[in-house]
């Protein structure tokens, strides 16, 4: 035993022939690019040194984990970078959204919730609730069809367009006695100061057509529709009382429209002198079409226009309708915005940020190239490192942060895209919140599919 050398451990001090590959036999045989190589060139030394140091045998001499946490470092910030960028750039106007949308369905919902408003008539001035409303018309249309039932027809309405002249009929009434007045009589309507009694008598006359006829016509108009009411209802005393309002009325606005009517024509036909028949016949019909036919047409369209009742319905029911309009508006507009906020949740879970950390991933895997070719420059290393298998797409909120496998490398924290999902789940709850909400909204009174309410009114 005595004359027998004892063997020395093989730690790698023999035979050491440096790298294993030059830059350009590296880069030309594709194992690396010269980026990487400079990388991997950056350690060599140091681990070479540290285990020759260390005595480790030559088939252990893998990079120390202050090596992988070291090169691993730049491509970590480069992947935790591109997360908050594309968060910031992808995600959070996604649900910066999602928050708006869920503001606007609040609002909207709130404004459901009110209606129907209240609603009135200018036939009766009372104000109605949306329920009552719909009561009130219900018990209005049984006393329409109960009196055409007995042969009434005083609640039949006038028709449309003869209603619609009725209502311009004054302004129409104006524009021809200007015209008239300018035409056939020469007075300066834009030049007052040429005529100043032709002026003012042009004046006075349209002030009255549209104020004084206008009223005097209505309320014949109104008081032969309380007669013809009255006279169906067996009011008799109400409706002789209504029948003398109409004649004084009537009888002082047929006064003033002939008058008025002779005083025209007759000055037009002295302004006119000799002028040719033609323009004689288009003067007078102009002068009663104005000053008899125009307020005839605007007593009618008032006086046959239904009944107090038909009217007080018919109004109702047209508030009615545009407050269902609305309200069909509104439920439809939150249920779009609910349906908009879902669509923005999913695709944050299921497009955005699995996309997001795959690309990270990406970035953070890069490091591999540099290190894997580092240990290829040592050479004669036994042993692979096990790489961690990093779920990036699994849509729940304990994530495991992103990690590429290298020992010693520091993990890419996902604490801002946790606080992305606990955001998106707070959301969530309140979209949740919000479509209970809107599925607990009572059903529009004026719904005709549902059965008819019995009325409280006293008939």
């Given amino acids: 035993m005595a004359g027998h050398a004892i063997p020395l451990p093989d730690n790698g001090t023999e035979n050491l022939r440096g790298p294993q590959y030059t830059r350009r036999e590296a880069v030309r045989a594709d194992l690396c690019t010269k980026a990487e190589y400079v990388i991997a060139a950056t350690y060599?030394?140091?681990?070479i040194r540290n285990h020759q140091a260390s005595g480790t045998p030559r088939n252990e001499w893998e990079p120390q984990d202050v090596v992988g946490r070291q090169l691993s470092a730049p491509y970590g910030r480069d992947a935790q970078d591109l997360i908050v960028v594309r968060l910031k750039n992808q995600a959070d106007p996604a649900l910066d959204a999602i928050d708006r949308l869920c503001d606007?369905?609040?609002t909207t919902i709130d404004a459901v919730s009110k209606l129907p408003g209240d609603l009135s008539t200018p036939e009766t001035n009372k104000v109605y609730s949306g329920w009552t409303a719909v009561e009130r018309v219900d018990w209005l249309t049984d006393r329409v069809e109960s009196d055409r039932a007995e042969g009434h027809r005083h609640h039949d309405r006038a028709p449309a367009w003869l209603r619609l002249i009725s209502h311009v009929a004054p302004w129409a009434e104006a524009l021809g006695f200007l015209a008239?007045?300018?035409?056939?009589?020469?007075?300066?309507?834009?030049?007052p100061w040429r005529d100043w009694m032709g002026w003012t008598f042009s004046l006075i006359l349209v002030v009255y057509i549209m104020l004084g006829q206008t009223w005097l016509v209505d309320h014949a108009a109104r008081a032969?529709?309380?007669?013809?009411?009255?006279?169906?209802?067996?009011q008799k005393h109400h409706a002789e009382v209504s029948k003398r309002q109409r004649l004084w009325y009537l009888v002082v606005t047929a006064t003033v429209a002939v008058g008025i009517t002779t005083a025209l024509i007759e000055r037009g036909l002295d302004t006119l002198g000799q002028a040719e028949s033609a323009v004689t016949v288009v003067m007078v019909m102009?002068?009663?079409t104005t000053g008899l036919l125009m307020p005839t047409l605007a007593f009618l369209g008032k006086a046959l226009d239904g009944s107090k009742v038909s009217r007080e319905r018919d109004a109702l029911s047209d508030d009615l309708d545009a407050d269902r309009e609305q309200y069909d508006e509104l439920v439809e507009q939150a249920e779009a915005d609910l349906a908009t906020a879902r669509s923005l949740d999913r695709e944050l879970v299921e497009k955005v940020i699995p996309a997001v950390l795959g690309d990270a991933q990406k970035v953070l895997d890069q490091a591999r190239a540099p290190y894997d070719f580092l240990r290829l420059q040592i050479g004669g290393?036994?042993?692979?490192p096990e790489r961690r298998s990093i779920d990036v797409a699994d849509g729940t909120r304990a994530r495991t942060p992103l990690h590429n496998g290298i020992p010693g490398a520091?993990?890419?924290s996902l604490q801002v895209v946790i606080d992305r999902e606990n955001r998106l789940a707070a959301l969530r709850a309140r979209l949740a919140e919000l479509t209970l909400r809107l599925q607990k909204v009572p059903p529009h009174p004026w719904d005709?599919?549902?059965?008819?309410l019995t009325a409280p009114f006293a008939r």
């Fill in 44 to 47: 060599y030394d140091y681990v």
């Fill in 104 to 106: 606007d369905v609040q």
């Fill in 180 to 191: 008239f007045l300018t035409y056939y009589l020469n007075v300066p309507i834009l030049s």
């Fill in 224 to 234: 032969h529709n309380h007669a013809r009411e009255a006279l169906a209802d067996g």
């Fill in 286 to 288: 102009l002068a009663v």
């Fill in 381 to 384: 290393l036994s042993n692979r």
């Fill in 410 to 412: 520091e993990p890419v």
């Fill in 448 to 452: 005709h599919s549902s059965p008819r």
